[in-house]
């Protein structure tokens, strides 16, 4: 089996407004999260209270990742200026 090797360059990743995004997906997790939360006996009795808790989840995980991004896009506007 012959290994595979590419033909042309990968582009350039593409830059966008990241930290609006993970913040975007943040809230509708945790949205989703209190939408369900009403209809939670209906979720245990079918055995999907795990629909709930991976809304609850996103919504935790999204904040680690709102964190990150920020921090992220401060270090690459402090490269672009030049400084620490």
Known sequence: MAKWTPTHEAPEPLEGPVVATITGGT???????????????????????????????????????IWYVRGRDAALKRAADGGH
Not at 32 to 48: A, N, S
């Open 27 to 65: 809230i509708l997790w945790f949205v989703l999260f209190l939408v369900q939360l009403p209809f939670y006996g209906w979720f245990d009795d079918h055995g999907h209270t795990w629909w709930v808790w991976t809304c609850l989840a996103g919504a935790g995980l999204g904040l680690i990742g």
